[in-house]
């Protein structure tokens, strides 16, 4: 190397070192700060929450909006993620119950929202998270409620009809499946273990790729990879979190037929009033007597009071035959005047109304 290189080398290292100083320094800081606020809820007796999810949200978006690159704003918003993650540590360790065992996307999800400082409890069925929150034993629990190619997750939906749970918030998550196997090429994997719904999400390219393999669905991504990782010859399909967790390395990325593959988890919590973050959204559950040109009638009110409905979504009632509850998103929070004029007009109309929640719409 010339000398002028090795100068000027030394140069960018040394101004990369003093700002890691100035950012560890500030970062300090703020972890200050995250703890005087512990101590004034302390000191005025408001002993709230430690998430505040409507404002990591606002947060979130201004710098966000403050990114000039070049980092992208995923990248921004992971970061700062994590920053307030183990900031808000300093107040209280957060439990959050989801959809197990390790490895899964649910964890994926859960750690993308409360980063990598929260206490993960990994729950055998999406019954037991609701369970283990509503009893206290998990401050939060992650659950899927809908993925762009199977649609709804039945059961969440049927349990948020009867749980005290409100939802706080939510995660987009998209679904990329990756190849995972010790061995070093494809003609060597004699069997491919996955989810079944992940054989279906994958089932072209395995047909092109691995035709001669033999396809066997497990209870989960993790469980394939488990078994993946401990058998000659094996392969698994499953995400990220599944290669890190079992140290599987990826054979082929990305291998899902369908790229824009999402689905949508919401966050559980025992909070009855999330504030508005300034985008935010409402779900709710009504159902209405099941006569001709009800249901115009029972959505009307809507749209009538400016309100954008984003989701409507039907499931049979469990108790009624033929007959319907209907989820419904609205864009807003139930305290912005277009949603509490909708919210009103609904509550004159339907037979059974709940609102399961007002939360800040996903920060991407």
């Not at 918003?77 to 390790?102: K, N, Q």
């Not at 997750?153 to 010790?182: A, F, P, W, Y």
């Not at 007959?323 to 139930?334: A, K, Q, S």
């Amino acid at each position: 190397m010339s000398r002028e290189f090795q100068e000027k080398l030394i140069d960018v290292r040394t101004e990369i070192d003093d700002i890691d100083r100035r950012i560890l320094g500030l970062l300090n800081r703020r972890a200050r700060c995250a703890q005087e606020i512990g101590r004034m809820k302390m000191a005025y007796g408001e002993n709230g929450a430690v998430y505040r999810p409507e404002r990591e949200a606002q947060i979130l978006r201004r710098i966000r909006g403050d990114n000039t690159g070049p980092l992208s704003d995923g990248h921004i918003v992971a970061f700062f993620r994590e920053i307030m993650s183990v900031c808000r540590s300093l107040e209280g360790v957060l439990s959050v119950a989801f959809l197990g065992p390790l490895g899964t996307f649910s964890e994926l999800a859960a750690t993308h929202h409360f980063g990598k400082a929260a206490r993960l409890l990994p729950q055998p069925s999406i019954d037991a998270i609701f369970q283990e929150v509503e009893a206290g034993h998990a401050d939060y629990g992650i659950v899927p409620v809908e993925n762009s190619i199977e649609g709804a997750v039945g059961r969440t939906m049927d349990l948020l009809l009867s749980t005290t749970l409100k939802i706080c918030g939510e995660v987009i998550l998209r679904i990329h499946q990756h190849l995972l196997s010790n061995e070093a090429s494809f003609s060597e994997i004699k069997k491919v273990y996955s989810h079944a719904q992940s054989l279906a999400q994958c089932y072209e390219w395995l047909t092109r790729a691995l035709p001669d393999a033999e396809k066997i669905p497990v209870g989960s991504n993790a469980q394939a990879a488990q078994a993946a990782a401990s058998e000659a010859g094996a392969a698994a399909i499953a995400g990220d979190a599944a290669s890190e967790r079992y140290q599987l390395p990826k054979l082929a990325n990305c291998i899902e037929d369908e790229p824009n593959n999402t689905t949508r988890f919401v966050v559980l919590g025992r909070e009855q009033n999330i504030g508005p973050s300034g985008r935010d959204k409402t779900s709710l559950v009504m159902s209405t007597p099941n006569r001709t040109g009800s249901l115009g009638y029972l959505l009307a009110p809507i749209s009538e009071a400016g309100a954008s409905m984003t989701r409507l979504e039907s499931r049979p009632a469990r108790h009624t035959l033929w007959e319907y509850v209907f989820f419904v998103d609205i864009e807003g929070h139930r305290e912005d005047e277009s949603v509490r004029n909708a919210l009103t007009e609904l509550e004159r109309r339907a037979a059974y109304l709940k609102i399961l929640g007002s939360y800040p719409a996903a920060v991407l």
